[in-house]
């Protein structure tokens, strides 16, 4: 935490303060409430326990895969283990976890290892498995081979699977008409997928500088946004009315999904601003990003203000928000934290 000087007189502390914490990045780190170590593998050195982690859009459920390749799914209020997989499920391990907007399903998707090389293969076994929290059960899996897997989107019920992959390719799962539908909307690696309510949108970020706006149902672009360098992270709230994108450098901007304009740009300081998760809250009033660069920071999504922001001790993997407004971060440690509302 930086130190931000103050004079003796009240008035003269609260300006100096206020000036400080808007042009120097003063940060007041919010009460922590509770801190959950998700981290079985006991073998594992501190700091190098988690391959991945994945928060409930709501903030009440945790998933992680360890480096024996095992995943759990955790009661964050109880610290409480409440379902458990082991490797051998996964052909190696999870590489990407993703909760449903409702919370019940954990999507798991990642390369199968246990596939032995032969001449006849063109790529990765790259598999996809959506598993119910509830009773355990894997209600269905698809394979694809082919270029490595780069992200990963589920559907609110679980039922549909967008996935994007290192070539550019992104490919839609459908459970209920067992199809699979391709899109190559972009030219390079895709970076990070947002799937609407409906299931009827999508904003898709790439390494070829672009992040898209289009319709699952005819693969229509509606709306492009450049980038001068490659896009990283694209996020949308719950109604796709505003879209958040950023990429390699210091750009990141908020968008009006309902005609393409720009909404505002994140007023931040910093030169790089590193993301590793964006996420809306529930209300759409609060954009949340975590950074492996340890922090986390809260943001008006109506004009890029910051209303947040504060340094941890560990790269921030997910954030959400729970009902109460608290903020719960989970990091590469393995390491839950809920953090008490204070903006």
């Given at each position: 935490m930086r130190y931000c000087p103050t004079t003796n007189t009240p008035l003269a502390r609260a300006l100096l303060l206020a000036a400080l914490l808007m042009v120097a990045g003063c940060e007041t780190k919010p009460g922590l409430e509770l801190s959950l170590s998700l981290n079985d593998a006991a073998e594992a050195e501190p700091g190098e326990s988690v391959l991945t982690a994945a928060l409930s859009a709501d903030g009440t459920l945790a998933a992680v895969t360890t480096v024996d390749g095992?995943?759990?799914?955790?009661?964050?209020?109880?610290?409480?283990?409440?379902?458990?997989?082991?490797?051998?499920?996964?052909?190696?391990?999870?590489?990407?976890?993703?909760?449903?907007?409702?919370?019940?399903?954990?999507?798991?998707a990642g390369v199968?290892?246990?596939?032995?090389?032969?001449?006849?293969?063109q790529g990765d076994i790259n598999y996809f498995m959506v598993r119910s929290i509830d009773d355990g059960s894997a209600r269905r899996i698809w394979t694809l081979e082919g270029a490595r897997l780069t992200a990963v989107a589920p559907s609110r019920d679980?039922?549909?699977?967008?996935?994007?992959?290192?070539?550019?390719?992104?490919?839609?799962?459908?459970?209920?008409?067992?199809t699979r539908q391709d899109y190559s909307l972009h030219t390079d690696k895709i970076t990070d997928l947002a799937l609407s309510a409906d299931g009827d949108r999508v904003l898709s970020s790439s390494v070829d500088g672009t992040a898209l706006h289009w319709q699952v149902a005819t693969?229509?672009?509606?709306?492009?946004?450049?980038?001068?360098?490659?896009?990283?992270?694209?996020?949308?709230?719950?109604?796709?009315?505003?879209?958040?994108?950023?990429?390699?450098?210091?750009?990141?901007?908020?968008?009006?999904?309902?005609?393409?304009?720009?909404?505002?740009?994140?007023?931040?300081?910093?030169?790089?601003?590193?993301?590793?998760?964006?996420?809306?809250?529930?209300?759409g009033n609060r954009l949340l990003i975590g950074s492996p660069s340890k922090a986390?920071?809260?943001w008006n999504p109506i004009n890029g203000?910051?209303?947040?922001?504060?340094?941890?001790?560990?790269?921030?993997?997910?954030?959400?928000?729970?009902?109460?407004?608290?903020?719960?971060?989970?990091?590469?440690?393995?390491?839950?934290?809920?953090?008490?509302?204070?903006?």
């Open positions: 095992a995943v759990s799914v955790w009661d964050i209020a109880a610290g409480a283990k409440i379902r458990s997989w082991p490797a051998a499920e996964f052909g190696g391990g999870a590489q990407f976890l993703q909760f449903t907007e409702r919370g019940r399903m954990l999507l798991l199968d290892h246990s596939v032995e090389p032969s001449e006849q293969r679980g039922s549909r699977i967008l996935a994007g992959f290192s070539n550019g390719l992104i490919v839609l799962f459908d459970e209920f008409t067992s693969g229509n672009i509606l709306q492009r946004f450049e980038h001068k360098n490659r896009a990283t992270i694209a996020a949308a709230d719950s109604n796709f009315q505003v879209g958040f994108t950023s990429d390699a450098l210091d750009n990141q901007r908020l968008w009006n999904l309902t005609d393409g304009s720009l909404a505002a740009q994140l007023q931040h300081q910093q030169r790089w601003m590193y993301i590793s998760r964006a996420r809306f809250s529930a209300g986390v920071s809260i203000e910051n209303i947040a922001r504060w340094h941890i001790d560990y790269p921030v993997v997910d954030v959400a928000e729970t009902s109460r407004g608290d903020l719960v971060s989970v990091g590469s440690s393995g390491l839950v934290e809920v953090w008490q509302r204070a903006w």
